[in-house]
């Protein structure tokens, strides 16, 4: 290497020289440390009790907005201020909103209360198991309202773009509470043991929100608006037995 005039020459394979200038070559190294400090910044705040507990006022924070107002309602700066915190401080901890938003998902999803507590349920038989679950899950979601803004956030803004990722950070959840669902259930289908468990998530999540969505119209179901019978398709199917039961 060789230093002119005009800049550094840098020699190439074939012996000629390749001239890049001074300023150039100055902005690139001084970008590369600003961009490798800012991320030994972030990581090093994230990693302190006190980045911790700023981390989790943000979380907070951007989970009462983003229920209030909107994923595209909330701003960067109204985080930070409902979490007293300088708009710069949000990004030694998240690079955007929508890594917040993640974190939010993360935090609140009802699944982390709902699988831990059926993955430790006990009932001797299927039908006194799937009782048990279904109730306290629909109730659990009763007092978890707040859950639908998040969840058609994720579904119409996003997709269900981040689905993947928040299904690999709950497998083992979901693991645990499969293995409760068909422990010792000599009563069961032969049916593959995480098909159950989408089904009675997902059926018992459509009943919930059902009931939801109709709450202004709460004649429109009759007296069918019976969890009971939800719990009894899932256990039965609706078609008859050869012996007409």
């Excluded at 001239?19 to 070559?25: D, G």
């Excluded at 709902?114 to 899950?137: G, K, S, T």
């Excluded at 259930?185 to 999540?205: E, H, I, T």
Aim: charged share 20%; proline share 4%; with cysteine.
């Amino acid at each position: 290497m060789k230093r002119g005039g005009h800049g550094v020459r840098h020699a190439t394979g074939n012996g000629s020289f390749q001239i890049l200038t001074n300023k150039k070559t100055c902005s690139i190294i001084r970008t590369n440390v600003r961009l490798d400090q800012t991320d030994k910044k972030m990581t090093l705040e994230q990693n302190t009790p006190r980045g911790e507990h700023t981390q989790e006022k943000i979380i907070h924070a951007a989970y009462n907005l983003f229920n209030q107002n909107g994923y595209h309602g909330t701003s960067m700066r109204q985080i930070a201020q409902a979490a007293d915190i300088a708009v710069a401080s949000i990004y030694n901890h998240f690079p955007n909103k929508e890594q917040i938003f993640v974190a939010v998902l993360e935090r609140y999803h009802p699944i982390l209360g709902v699988l831990p507590h059926l993955a430790q349920l006990q009932a001797a038989h299927l039908a006194d198991f799937v009782h048990q679950a279904a109730h306290f899950y629909a109730d659990y979601l009763d007092r978890r309202q707040d859950f639908l803004n998040l969840f058609f956030i994720e579904l119409v803004e996003f997709r269900a773009s981040h689905v993947p990722h928040l299904s690999e950070k709950f497998l083992p959840l979901l693991t645990a509470f499969v293995q409760n669902l068909v422990a010792n259930r000599s009563d069961l289908r032969p049916l593959p043991a995480f098909v159950l468990a989408r089904a009675f998530l997902g059926m018992f999540f459509a009943y919930y929100l059902t009931r939801f969505l109709t709450r202004s119209a709460p004649n429109l179901w009759g007296e069918s608006d019976d969890l009971d019978d939800f719990i009894d398709i899932f256990l039965h199917g609706i078609l008859l037995k050869e012996d007409g039961s």
